[in-house]
Structure formats: structure tokens, C-alpha cells
T-cell receptor, first 113, second 111 residues
């Protein structure tokens, strides 16, 4: 089965702790993306990567970090510097270079207390 | 403010009726895409319409694009309870495959 997986589905952390969200795809896509969604809102781009070992900040990168060591994987770390980390996090991927749709994972709901 | 803004924010219709939602954007685009999100789930791509296209159809979905007005509409015909979801437009400015999403229209189809 081809697709994008995100784990875990629900994540709970204490304030002040870093947490890493997993995103894996087997679609052979070059580009991968992380979005944040707050209740009743649209998606905001955190980071994106168009190729292995390269990534760019999106609109709301502060307090987040990413790595892209493998084509299949694009983990997102929510650091303690993120002031309001509780949100729904969505990972997506797409082919690179032309206009393509994005394929989304099921999301991880992070709650920080 | 966001590139894409959907209108209305919420829509409630009876099964069998048509649902229309609109998206307005601010700057020139490469293409515009519509996505559906069921509650608590990831987004699913519905239709992509390029800047040189005016209308596209996919099953019960019809999308129009008016670049002079910087607006798009999504029509769902003969709606079903399973169409209950949030619908988002996303604009591609042609810079690095990035999409900018609007705030979404929440559609409730009552059986």
C-alpha cells in the first residue's frame, strides 16, 4: 500500500519538552511538507523540503526544526521554544518540479500541558 | 492575511441539494486546488485547475476559476451525507510547489 504515515495519532507532552513527530512516505516523492492546523482553521506551512538534505522555512517555522536525511522521511521536532504547540500537525508529499497535488498523512494531534 | 479565503465559512444543506462554496485570492496563481477534510483526518485532493483553465469537472464536482476576479468556486451536485466535511482551496503561486490554504468551508449535509 502506497501512502504517507504519521505516528503517533495522538501525542501528549509536558510543557518544556521537545517532541518529534514522524512522517514517512513510500510514494517516491521528492517534496515533503509540514503543516499546522488549529481548530476551525486552515493549514499553515511550517517547513518544506524539495530534496534530500535540503529544506526551507515556511510561514510559521519559529519553534520548530526538521531534518531530511532520507527521501522517505521528514521528521518534525516541536521544541520548547514553540509558544503554543498544541495543534493538529499534517505531513504531505508531492512530486517535485511541476504542478502537482499534495498527498496528506492522517495527522498527529499534539497536546502540550 | 491568508492568500485564499473561502465563503461561506459554514453551509448546511439537505441531502440531494447542491452545495456551492467560493474562494477568493489576492495574487496571481499558477494553479488552484480544492481539498476535502473529514473531521480529524488528513486532507484529500479533489481537483486541480490551472490558471489557463476556466472550468473542470470530476464526478459530482464542478470547479470554476475566474482569474480576472481572482476567485474560484466549487459546486457539489446532488449532495450526500458522506459529503459532510470541510473543504479548502489552496493556491499555488508557482514557487517551489508550495500551497497556501484558505480557512475552509464546513459543509453539513443532513440526511
Amino acid at each position: 500500500d502506497g501512502g504517507i504515515t504519521q505516528s503517533p495519532k495522538y501525542l501528549f507532552r509536558k510543557e518544556g519538552q521537545n517532541v518529534t513527530l514522524s512522517c514517512e512516505q513510500n510514494l517516491n516523492h521528492d517534496a515533503m511538507y509540514w503543516y499546522r492546523q488549529d481548530p476551525g482553521q486552515g493549514l499553515r506551512l511550517i517547513y518544506y523540503s524539495q530534496i534530500v538534505n535540503d529544506f526551507q522555512k515556511g510561514d510559521i517555522a519559529e519553534g520548530y526544526s526538521v531534518s531530511r536525511e532520507k527521501k522517505e522521511s521528514f521528521p518534525l521536532t516541536v521544541t520548547s521554544a514553540q509558544k503554543n504547540p498544541t495543534a493538529f500537525y499534517l505531513c504531505a508529499s508531492s512530486p517535485r518540479g511541476q504542478t502537482y497535488e499534495q498527498y496528506f498523512g492522517p495527522g498527529t494531534r499534539l497536546t502540550v500541558t | 492575511s491568508q492568500q485564499g479565503e473561502e465563503d461561506p465559512q459554514a453551509l448546511s444543506i439537505q441531502e440531494g441539494e447542491n452545495a456551492t462554496m467560493n474562494c477568493s485570492y489576492k495574487t496571481s496563481i499558477n494553479n488552484l486546488q480544492w481539498y476535502r477534510q473529514n473531521s480529524g483526518r488528513g486532507l484529500v485532493h479533489l481537483i486541480l485547475i490551472r490558471s489557463n483553465e476556466r472550468e473542470k469537472h470530476s464526478g459530482r464536482l464542478r470547479v470554476t476559476l475566474d482569474t480576472s476576479k481572482k476567485s474560484s468556486s466549487l459546486l457539489i451536485t446532488a449532495s450526500r451525507a458522506a459529503d459532510t466535511a470541510s473543504y479548502f482551496c489552496a493556491t499555488d503561486l508557482g514557487a517551489g510547489n508550495k500551497l497556501t490554504f484558505g480557512g475552509g468551508t464546513r459543509v453539513l449535509v443532513k440526511p
